[in-house]
Each structure stands twice: as C-alpha cells, then as structure tokens.
C-alpha cells in the first residue's frame, strides 16, 4: 500500500532563516506531487505541483520553492522566512491527473516563523 | 469569485443525529470531481468521499453520502447517525477537468458532535 511521510513534525524558525521541508511517497512511481498551505483556520491553498521529476509548476508567487529531486521526493524551501510564511504545510500525492483520482495527503508540518 | 463556498463556518449536531454540511461549486468546465475531506484537530487530512460530473446516482461510503444537486452546483455532504469522532474540520473540493490534478478547496466548516 501507498503511503506518504513528511518531516519535521513541527518547527519553530526565526524571520530570516532558511527552510527545508520534505515529502516522500512510498509504494507508488511516478506520482503527482502537491504542496499546499494551511493558515490557522482556514482552507488549503495550493503552492506546487509536479509531473515529474525537475517538473515544478507555481501557483502563488512567494518566497518559497519546490523541487523535486527524485521520483518520490517533493522538497518545500525557502532562504528567507517571513512571518507570514507560518502555517500548515501539506503534501499531497495522486496516481494521475483524472478527475475521479483521489488526492491523499500526508500528516503534515506545522511551521512557526517569530 | 470563489470556486468552492461553504456557507456554515461552524455546525452543532447531536449524535446519533444526521447532519449536511453544505457545498456548492463553480465552474464552466463540464467534467469535474467533487471531494469531501475530514480533517480531526490533528491535521491529517482524510478523504470521505468522491462524486463526478458524470455520476448518475449520488455518491455513499458508509455513514457518508453526497447529495450532489448538478443543475444548482451544490454537493452537500451528509452524515448519517453522528459519532462523537466525527468533530472535526471537513473540506468540499473540486478538481475541474482541465487541471493538473490540482484540488480546489472551500474554506470549511466545523462540525461539532454533542453528546
């Protein structure tokens, strides 16, 4: 069976530092890989998706990045942190691109900037 | 304009008590998916439920089912016999046809089940 993993669990990070959150799918090749961002109490919105390896696509202009240096390895970055980047962080992960293909999403990052 | 609208930020229901949570949609697109995720106070999100454009009968997984009205764009989630475990966040989504997989979500709705 499929399953997903992120790391770290939680972080709290100073306004400034770099950021490194990480995503690994296992049981499944070629899978469609997502990032999303929770604020407190609020829906999710898509930051990144990828087809493929080295396939990043953006949906919001910020200061993070994405990449993904393996099939089943999506990587969320930042160099500087804002305090608005604090939130819940989500990976996401799908078979294909159909309609009917359920997204499963892993247990998540909750990032602290002060 | 907002794709996914969820009405009802927060929702009390006494268990053993069926609860609709209400969703509608928008999109121009003549296929798409429609989801329902629960999300417990502990963050991971779960998966309930999945109706298509192109479905004929209303989607039911268990305790779960989707009154998916197409012509008024709405696809309202209804719990059947609510459980105390049932507390939680839950997300309407929408995944149009001509995405990459991309899931719209809707802001949510809190639900609460009182003993």
């Known amino acids: 069976s499929q399953t997903i993993h992120q790391w770290p669990a939680t972080l709290v990070q100073p306004v400034g530092s770099p950021l490194s959150l990480e995503c690994t799918v296992e049981?499944?090749?070629?899978?469609?890989l997502y990032w999303y961002r929770q604020a407190a109490g609020r829906g999710l919105q898509l930051l990144f998706y990828?087809?493929?390896?080295?396939?990043i696509s953006s949906e919001v202009p910020q200061n993070l990045s994405a990449s993904r240096p393996q099939d089943r390895q999506f990587i969320l970055s930042s160099k500087k942190l804002l305090l608005s980047d604090s939130g819940f962080y989500l990976c996401?992960?799908?078979?294909?691109?159909?309609?009917?293909?359920?997204?499963?999403f892993g247990p998540g990052t909750r990032l602290l900037v002060l | 304009a907002q794709k996914i609208t969820q009405t009802q930020p927060g929702m009390f229901v006494q268990e053993k008590e069926a609860v609709t949570l209400d969703c509608t949609y928008d999109t121009s697109d003549p296929s798409y998916g429609l989801f329902w995720y629960k999300q417990p106070s502990s963050g991971e999100m779960i998966f309930l439920i999945y109706q298509g454009s192109y479905d004929q009968q209303n989607a039911t997984e268990g305790r779960y089912s989707l009154n998916f009205q197409k012509a008024r764009k709405s696809a309202n989630l209804v719990i059947s016999a609510s459980q105390l475990g049932d507390s939680a966040m839950y997300f309407c989504a929408m995944r149009e046809g001509g995405s990459q997989g991309n899931l719209i979500f809707g802001k949510g709705t809190k639900l609460s089940v009182k003993p």
């Open positions: 049981g499944t090749s070629n899978p469609n």
């Open positions: 990828s087809v493929g390896i080295g396939q």
């Open positions: 996401a992960w799908t078979a294909g691109t159909s309609i009917q293909e359920t997204q499963y």
